[in-house]
């Protein structure tokens, strides 16, 4: 039993001194310029306010109005960022049919996107669902930037779009990269587009982009949590990761992952907005909020007591027996979660960064007042003409019993 405390207590010491390690820094940091980062993922082809459901949310003219209040007093520079499946339906609603009336939604979205203004976004390979030359040619009005990591020609062998951005802010470098998940099965597969796997294509960009303490780095994502973990895990020069897929647990607000690693999945479909506020300091270490300190010395002590459990039940039996390899497991995972827990900081260092964090659903608060999109929401519902029948189909239903008539193909857009 002495020797089973011994251990435990050299394992904390151990994993207590790594946590502290992380925040230490051989420079003394330096304030400077905060940044302020706005979010939106998944939006899945919404443009107009969602009625599905008692409280109606989202459209891109509510979503102008919470951005641009949020720009005018977000604090200092900002980057307007999305991520995921933006052209096409969700799978369940996806209809190969309707592509054309898809296209043409497209073609107002990225005009709405224009006007936001959305600094840099990351297609999915779902979106090509529209064909990858439609697609391409709609995004030629684009006046954000597209990056992706692991979409590339297959031909050609070349990236589709750029494989990361850059942007500079007051000496610290700040690079964005993009990555897509497999599509689903509700979507066309295009042969001429083949995708690295989300690792390969994050490990490819990182050893291009120049390694110093003084860059952030953000990944727009929209692989699943497992996906997500691993990634966060193999790669810790990874800041901020913002996004997951359709089905990914919704986190409403900022998360921390490990003291230099936050994540963020809002809700899709086009019906809320995030906003991240960064107190950016030199060189990029840590970050600390108070309410993540708060659950984090709440939580350590618990892990802890979870972690001496397996240790004890460990001790306890015998080496051949059954249940040890499924402890053994068990006490990695906690090991792990643990260490994670004592890297984060629960009082705010020198060196860390102050972060707040918080999305906002686009309800009814944020309808008026009119703005540049009301008349672009005006247009486009004019733009798609109303179901008509011609007078041969009038005669044949006049001909019909009173419970039958004819089907009415979709409406197909006119061309602008």
């Not at 990182?206 to 303490?213: S, T």
Request: proline share 7%.
């Amino acid at each position: 039993m002495r020797a089973a405390f011994i251990f435990i207590t050299l394992f904390f010491g151990l994993a207590a001194c790594a946590g502290l390690q992380r925040l230490a820094s051989p420079l003394s940091p330096r304030s400077i310029e905060p940044l302020s980062i706005l979010f939106t993922a998944n939006r899945y082809g919404a443009i107009e306010t969602s009625h599905a459901t008692l409280k109606p949310l989202g459209g891109v003219q509510r979503e102008w109005n919470l951005a641009h209040k949020w720009l005018k007093s977000a604090m200092g520079e900002s980057l307007f960022l999305a991520s995921g499946t933006t052209f096409v339906p969700p799978p369940k609603d996806f209809d190969l049919r309707q592509k054309e009336l898809y296209l043409h939604r497209a073609t107002y979205l990225v005009e709405a996107l224009n006007k936001m203004p959305l600094s840099a976004l990351s297609p999915s390979l779902e979106d090509f669902g529209l064909g990858r030359q439609p697609l391409m040619d709609a995004l030629k009005a684009a006046k954000f930037q597209l990056v992706s990591s692991n979409l590339y020609d297959t031909q050609s062998r070349r990236p589709l779009f750029n494989t990361y951005l850059h942007y500079r802010h007051e000496g610290v470098e700040i690079y964005v990269l993009g990555i897509t998940a497999p599509p689903s099965s509700a979507y066309a597969r295009d042969p001429s587009i083949f995708t690295l796997s989300p690792r390969e294509a994050v490990a490819t960009v990182l050893e291009i982009i120049p390694h110093d303490e003084d860059r952030l780095v953000i990944l727009l994502s929209n692989v699943n949590e497992k996906e997500r973990e691993n990634l966060m895990r193999e790669f810790p020069e990874l800041h901020i990761v913002l996004g997951a897929d359709r089905e990914s647990t919704t986190t409403f607000n900022a998360k921390q992952w490990t003291g230099s690693t936050l994540y963020l999945n809002p809700q899709a479909d086009g019906k809320a907005l995030s906003l991240m506020e960064l107190e950016l300091k030199k060189p990029i270490v840590s970050f600390y909020n108070p309410s993540q300190a708060s659950n984090t010395g709440d939580l350590r002590p618990l892990w802890q007591a979870r972690l001496q459990s397996v240790f004890k039940e460990l001790e306890s039996l015998s080496p051949k027996s059954d249940q040890r390899e499924t402890l053994l497991k068990r006490k990695k995972e906690y090991e792990d979660y643990y260490r994670r827990l004592l890297s984060i900081p629960t009082e705010l260092t020198e060196a860390a960064i102050p972060f707040r964090s918080t999305t906002t659903e686009l309800d009814d608060d944020h309808q008026l007042p009119e703005n540049e999109l009301t008349e672009l929401l005006k247009r486009y519902r004019e733009s798609i003409p109303k179901p008509r029948m011609s007078s041969v189909k009038k005669t044949v239903q006049e001909a019909l019993p009173l419970n039958a008539g004819p089907s009415i193909s979709p409406a197909i857009p006119k061309k602008k």
